[in-house]
């Protein structure tokens, strides 16, 4: 469970990696696509996809989707800390109905 859940992290690192990058000017078609923020958030997207295979070897498929509704959650925090976007009170109460799920889910 614990690889699931560190993927997800890791997806939502690479997304808020790729915000950034989408939203600076680049010089040509090229630099757009070839830069070190979208080739590092790809390539944490391609780690993710990796670290998901091996964490579904030995879960449930049916816990996996519950864990990767963490990356809301993930991507939240992130993106009030990194990229300074205010959580909203509809934010905050989506993401407090997704752990509410995950808790009646696992008890």
């Known amino acids: 469970m614990l690889l699931i ?16 990058a989408s939203g600076k000017e680049h010089g040509s078609f ?44 993930f991507i939240l925090i992130l993106s009030a800390v990194i990229l300074k976007e205010k959580a909203t009170k509809k934010k905050l109460i989506g993401n407090a109905l997704i752990i509410a799920g995950v808790l009646v889910f696992y008890l």
């Open 5 to 20: 859940v560190c993927s997800t992290f890791i997806a939502s690192i690479s997304q808020i990696i790729l915000k950034k």
């Open 30 to 73: 090229l630099k757009e696509y070839l830069n070190k923020n979208v080739v590092a958030g790809y390539g944490l997207m391609f780690a993710a996809t990796i670290v998901s295979i091996l964490g579904f070897r030995g879960l449930a498929y049916k816990n996996g989707a519950v864990l990767d509704s963490f990356g809301y959650l």
